[in-house]
């Protein structure tokens, strides 16, 4: 019963308060209800907010897109670029943006839409130009990650690298023997001048006279004039005289007077040519030592650069070539013993450099010549006092025996140093026997000969490319090219640069060709180490310039090399039949990036041929002689390459690797020593873009950005969206009863 009128009085309760008629439900509800509705028209308006800004953002991306879609179809056809063309951009940007909002505008009338939006302004600007080097830079490198031929590039370093330890050590070698050669020279010169020196110092001794006046041979007492002999001869009956007159005091006064007269100024004459001779040959004798020690000073020089190679750390772009796994190596084999042949001549420059007695001895003997010349002046003196002595007591035989003595002293003296210096001069035909060293110093100099007479040949070969006629018109196109790199490097904010080649016209001999030569080949090989071990972006700006670039047809220079005309050549070298090169060397002229390349391609070909002429030379034995035969087996092979590449545009690597190598193949290595991605050769890639194209890629747009104000219609409570806008809590802002706001997108090919 209890239950029963508690659940009574609780629906009484409940219809007192629902059916009240003083009007507090219903104000109350109001009062709820109009919030609800309050918030639930901020949320749909809020909703409608966001639906537009993400309605405005697609079609700006939509929009920008589209503008992007009108690509220059010139430049990706041939280059491979994307850049802004055809329609023009703001044009094409408002018409999208305008169709956007139009659809959305007019489609109310198959139903009610929450978003009307309407397009009130929009600009399209460009983001980024193909001119910048970063964005070109991007699009090749882009472009060519996907059709490079990388396997090709990869098929070079494998015929490369089979060489690679050979090319190591005919590097080392050639190296170490042009600087020993260099040396040896200087020494060897040091030591013929000392030869000459004593040579000159024996003339200054024969030449003085004393011979005549103290005649050694019995065949020259003949001779015109007074001699030691003669008056010798006449002590006899001048001592007769003097006894004559000191006893019957008269007779001979004017004999004896003139005798001792005689006596005295032979004595004295004696004595200056003898003190004349010995200051010159002291003077003499001391430049000979000077010589001589100059000359050991460079024996030393050349045995630390002995020690100095064999300490020479690894070079390490050969042997990271040599330790790449890089495949189909196995199909390009050299022989083994190839760098262990050169190794071996490498070893052989131990032989040029001289023992330190050598030279002790050898001063020995400028020493002994030296005593000699002074033995010779010290008994011309002991002459003079002993032809004095004799006339103040004449009478004597002690005086008059002293006297002779004297003479055969001088003339001992005087016999000894001509036998050893002047005649026969065993000493001196001894010492230049030696000097010559056999046969090989003439041997040397007939290599010398020829190896000079085949770098003319070639160095003319080189030479007439630079003395081809150049005409007005193609001058005036590199004129053109030069002004849009230099506008391109300025656009970028960089200073021109022209590459100096690495060619050999301007070495002044076969030697210091073969030195840049082979400084070439380890600049080849330090850009495929490169290339193998650390990037591939030069790999990636190498092929785009050898497949999108024109390079010069090596069968121009036929008749150059055949017949010496250059007219072939003169109409050949065009700018639009040299791209390539003009992109790696940036020589403004017709004939500098032509040059460059063939002088490069020379030097890398000499290179390697010498590598060859020393295994094949090793049997001379002398070091010079094998280094002077190398380097013409190395002129002789690398003249009939270049011919080879005249006539078919390729020529076999080596007689060790049994591959074709075309011109274009060397500037692929070319790009790669050189480093294609150089600010300077990007300006020049651009250069020939725009000079073949007629389109300035500064002002190519690679990217847009399109910026786009849009409103929608505020349906409920406009203040309330203002008043929320001005907490920030909206991206845009409430203009009467509008809600407006921009969007910007940007986007690149």
């Given at each position: 019963?209890?239950?029963?009128?508690?659940?009574?009085?609780i629906?009484?309760?409940?219809?007192?308060l629902?059916?009240?008629?003083?009007g507090?439900?219903?104000?109350?509800s109001?009062?709820?209800?109009?919030?609800?509705?309050?918030f639930?028209?901020?949320l749909?308006?809020?909703a409608?907010?966001?639906?537009?800004?993400?309605l405005?953002?697609?079609?700006?991306?939509?929009?920008?897109r589209?503008?992007l879609?009108a690509?220059?179809?010139?430049?990706?056809e041939?280059?491979?670029l994307?850049?802004?063309?055809?329609t023009?951009?703001?044009k094409?940007?408002s018409?999208?943006?305008?169709?956007?909002?139009e659809g959305?505008?007019?489609?109310d009338?198959?139903?009610?839409?929450?978003?009307?939006?309407?397009?009130?302004t929009?600009?399209?600007?460009?983001a980024?130009?193909?001119?910048?080097?970063?964005?070109?830079a991007?699009?090749?490198?882009?472009?060519?990650?996907?059709?490079?031929?990388?396997d090709?590039?990869?098929e070079?370093?494998?015929?490369?690298a089979?060489?690679a330890?050979?090319?190591?050590?005919?590097?080392?070698?050639?190296?170490?023997?042009?600087?020993?050669?260099?040396?040896y020279?200087k020494?060897?010169?040091?030591l013929?001048?000392?030869l000459?020196?004593?040579?000159?110092?024996a003339?200054a001794?024969?030449?003085?006279?004393?011979?005549a006046?103290?005649?050694?041979?019995p065949?020259?007492?003949t001779i015109?004039?007074?001699?030691a002999?003669t008056?010798?001869?006449?002590?006899?009956?001048?001592?007769e005289?003097?006894?004559?007159d000191?006893?019957?005091?008269?007779?001979?006064?004017e004999?004896?007077e003139?005798y001792e007269e005689?006596v005295?100024?032979?004595?004295?004459?004696l004595?200056?040519?003898?003190?004349?001779?010995?200051?010159?040959?002291?003077?003499?004798?001391?430049d000979?030592i000077?010589?001589?020690?100059?000359?050991?000073?460079l024996?030393?020089?050349m045995q630390?650069?002995?020690?100095?190679?064999?300490q020479?750390?690894?070079?390490?772009a050969?042997?990271?070539v040599?330790?790449?796994?890089?495949?189909g190596?196995?199909?390009?084999?050299v022989p083994?013993?190839?760098a262990?042949?050169?190794e071996q001549v490498?070893?052989?420059?131990?032989?040029?450099?001289?023992?330190d007695?050598?030279?002790?001895?050898?001063?020995?003997?400028?020493?002994?010549q030296?005593r000699?010349?002074?033995?010779i002046?010290?008994?011309?003196?002991?002459f003079?006092?002993?032809s004095l002595?004799?006339?103040?007591k004449?009478?004597t035989s002690i005086?008059?025996?002293?006297?002779l003595?004297?003479?055969t002293?001088?003339?001992?003296a005087?016999?000894?140093?001509?036998?050893?210096?002047?005649?026969p001069?065993?000493?001196?035909?001894?010492?230049?026997q030696?000097?010559?060293q056999?046969?090989?110093?003439?041997?040397?100099?007939?290599?010398e000969?020829?190896?000079?007479?085949?770098w003319?040949?070639?160095?003319?070969?080189?030479?007439?490319l630079t003395?081809?006629?150049?005409?007005e018109?193609?001058?005036q196109?590199f004129?053109?090219v030069?002004?849009?790199?230099?506008?391109?490097?300025?656009?970028?904010q960089?200073?021109?640069?022209?590459d100096?080649?690495?060619?050999?016209?301007?070495?002044?001999?076969a030697?210091?060709a073969?030195?840049?030569?082979?400084?070439?080949?380890g600049d080849?090989f330090e850009g495929?180490?490169?290339?193998l071990?650390?990037?591939?972006?030069?790999?990636?700006?190498?092929?785009?310039?050898?497949?999108r670039?024109?390079?010069f047809?090596?069968?121009?220079?036929?008749?150059?090399?055949t017949?010496?005309?250059?007219s072939?050549l003169s109409?050949?070298?065009s700018?639009?039949?040299?791209?390539?090169?003009?992109?790696?060397y940036?020589?403004?002229?017709?004939v500098?990036n032509i040059?460059?390349?063939?002088?490069?391609?020379?030097?890398?070909?000499?290179a390697?041929?010498?590598?060859?002429g020393l295994?094949?030379s090793?049997?001379l034995g002398?070091?010079l002689?094998?280094l002077s035969?190398a380097?013409?087996?190395g002129?002789?092979?690398?003249i009939?390459?270049?011919?080879?590449?005249?006539?078919?545009?390729?020529?076999?690597?080596?007689?060790?690797?049994?591959?074709?190598?075309s011109?274009t193949d060397?500037?692929?290595l070319?790009?790669?020593m050189?480093?294609?991605?150089h600010?300077t050769?990007l300006?020049?890639?651009?250069?020939?873009?725009?000079?073949?194209?007629?389109?300035?890629l500064?002002?190519?747009?690679?990217?847009?950005?399109?910026?786009?104000?849009?409103s929608?219609?505020?349906?409920?409570?406009?203040?309330l969206?203002?008043?929320?806008?001005r907490?920030g809590?909206?991206?845009?802002?409430v203009?009467g009863?509008?809600?407006?706001t921009k969007q910007?997108?940007?986007w690149?090919?």
């Amino acid at each position: 019963m209890t239950g029963k009128k508690g659940v009574g009085a609780i629906h009484k309760f409940r219809s007192r308060l629902m059916f009240r008629e003083d009007g507090a439900v219903t104000v109350f509800s109001v009062i709820v209800l109009s919030s609800l509705l309050l918030f639930f028209s901020l949320l749909i308006d809020y909703a409608r907010i966001a639906a537009v800004h993400k309605l405005t953002e697609d079609a700006v991306r939509s929009s920008v897109r589209s503008v992007l879609s009108a690509y220059d179809s010139t430049l990706y056809e041939r280059y491979g670029l994307f850049g802004r063309g055809g329609t023009e951009g703001q044009k094409l940007f408002s018409e999208v943006m305008a169709a956007n909002a139009e659809g959305a505008a007019g489609s109310d009338k198959q139903g009610l839409r929450l978003v009307r939006s309407k397009l009130e302004t929009s600009a399209l600007h460009a983001a980024s130009f193909l001119g910048n080097h970063k964005v070109f830079a991007r699009q090749v490198l882009e472009e060519m990650k996907y059709k490079a031929p990388v396997d090709f590039t990869l098929e070079l370093a494998a015929r490369f690298a089979p060489m690679a330890g050979a090319m190591k050590e005919a590097s080392v070698t050639v190296g170490l023997l042009e600087g020993m050669r260099k040396l040896y020279e200087k020494r060897e010169s040091h030591l013929d001048r000392v030869l000459q020196l004593q040579e000159q110092a024996a003339l200054a001794v024969s030449g003085s006279g004393i011979h005549a006046m103290i005649p050694v041979r019995p065949e020259a007492v003949t001779i015109a004039g007074d001699s030691a002999l003669t008056i010798v001869g006449e002590y006899g009956a001048y001592a007769e005289q003097v006894m004559h007159d000191q006893s019957l005091q008269a007779g001979y006064a004017e004999e004896i007077e003139a005798y001792e007269e005689k006596v005295r100024a032979f004595a004295i004459e004696l004595r200056k040519v003898s003190g004349e001779m010995l200051k010159r040959h002291v003077k003499l004798h001391s430049d000979a030592i000077t010589e001589l020690e100059e000359a050991r000073l460079l024996n030393e020089d050349m045995q630390r650069l002995v020690q100095q190679a064999n300490q020479l750390p690894d070079q390490a772009a050969y042997d990271a070539v040599s330790r790449r796994s890089v495949t189909g190596t196995g199909q390009y084999q050299v022989p083994s013993s190839a760098a262990s042949d050169i190794e071996q001549v490498k070893k052989s420059a131990d032989e040029l450099v001289k023992p330190d007695d050598w030279f002790s001895v050898y001063r020995q003997e400028l020493e002994a010549q030296g005593r000699a010349a002074a033995a010779i002046d010290m008994e011309a003196g002991g002459f003079q006092t002993n032809s004095l002595a004799s006339l103040v007591k004449p009478i004597t035989s002690i005086a008059a025996e002293t006297w002779l003595e004297g003479i055969t002293s001088l003339r001992l003296a005087y016999g000894g140093y001509e036998e050893k210096y002047i005649r026969p001069a065993s000493v001196m035909i001894s010492r230049k026997q030696t000097q010559e060293q056999g046969n090989v110093t003439a041997q040397l100099e007939r290599q010398e000969k020829q190896a000079g007479a085949l770098w003319k040949q070639a160095r003319g070969l080189l030479h007439s490319l630079t003395s081809v006629p150049q005409t007005e018109e193609h001058m005036q196109v590199f004129e053109q090219v030069k002004k849009r790199f230099n506008d391109n490097l300025l656009f970028n904010q960089q200073l021109g640069e022209t590459d100096a080649a690495s060619g050999l016209e301007q070495a002044s001999d076969a030697h210091e060709a073969a030195e840049q030569s082979i400084a070439t080949m380890g600049d080849i090989f330090e850009g495929m180490a490169g290339m193998l071990e650390q990037t591939r972006d030069s790999l990636y700006f190498g092929e785009y310039v050898v497949h999108r670039y024109v390079s010069f047809a090596p069968q121009h220079l036929r008749s150059l090399m055949t017949e010496g005309n250059v007219s072939e050549l003169s109409h050949a070298v065009s700018f639009n039949n040299q791209e390539a090169e003009y992109v790696i060397y940036g020589f403004h002229n017709p004939v500098g990036n032509i040059a460059a390349a063939y002088g490069e391609l020379f030097a890398a070909r000499l290179a390697v041929r010498t590598m060859e002429g020393l295994i094949a030379s090793k049997s001379l034995g002398h070091p010079l002689l094998i280094l002077s035969a190398a380097l013409i087996y190395g002129l002789e092979k690398t003249i009939e390459d270049m011919l080879a590449f005249t006539e078919r545009g390729s020529a076999p690597l080596s007689k060790y690797v049994k591959a074709e190598l075309s011109y274009t193949d060397y500037l692929r290595l070319f790009i790669l020593m050189h480093g294609a991605g150089h600010e300077t050769r990007l300006a020049r890639m651009i250069a020939v873009i725009e000079q073949n194209s007629g389109t300035m890629l500064s002002a190519v747009p690679s990217g847009v950005t399109g910026e786009a104000s849009v409103s929608v219609e505020l349906w409920f409570i406009p203040g309330l969206m203002r008043t929320l806008g001005r907490f920030g809590l909206l991206d845009g802002k409430v203009v009467g009863n509008r809600y407006e706001t921009k969007q910007t997108i940007g986007w690149s090919y």
